[in-house]
């Protein structure tokens, strides 16, 4: 039996200071819905942990800029993603 790699995996992670969304894998429009709203939704501050997502099509992307665009901090996003996000190394 033949096993399909997973593609994405969200997991949330509340405190009392902060929720983090921890993407994995292959983001894509399909599932960046799902993040959007939920991040949206989410009240005090926002981290969107990328440090396991391996790619992101165009418009996982520009969700992802809307979700920093309105406040949500990035963690561990690699040298590629922070290009496709048009991020300066420092930020």
């Known amino acids: 039996m033949a096993h ?3 593609s994405l995996r969200i997991t ?3 405190s ?5 969304f921890k993407v994995d ?6 599932g960046v819905a799902d993040l959007e709203r939920d991040c949206q939704s989410t009240e ?3 981290y969107l942990d990328l440090t ?6 165009a ?3 520009e969700a992802i800029q809307r979700m920093v665009g309105g406040g ?5 996003a690699s040298p590629y993603i922070r290009i496709q996000l048009g991020l300066k190394e420092e930020e």
């Open 4 to 6: 399909t790699p997973m």
């Open 12 to 14: 949330k992670t509340t």
């Open 16 to 20: 009392d200071a902060c929720t983090i």
């Open 25 to 30: 894998g292959r983001l894509v429009a399909d």
């Open 44 to 46: 005090g501050t926002v």
């Open 52 to 57: 396991e997502l391996l790619s992101a099509d």
């Open 59 to 61: 418009e996982s992307i």
């Open 72 to 76: 949500a901090r990035l963690l561990g």
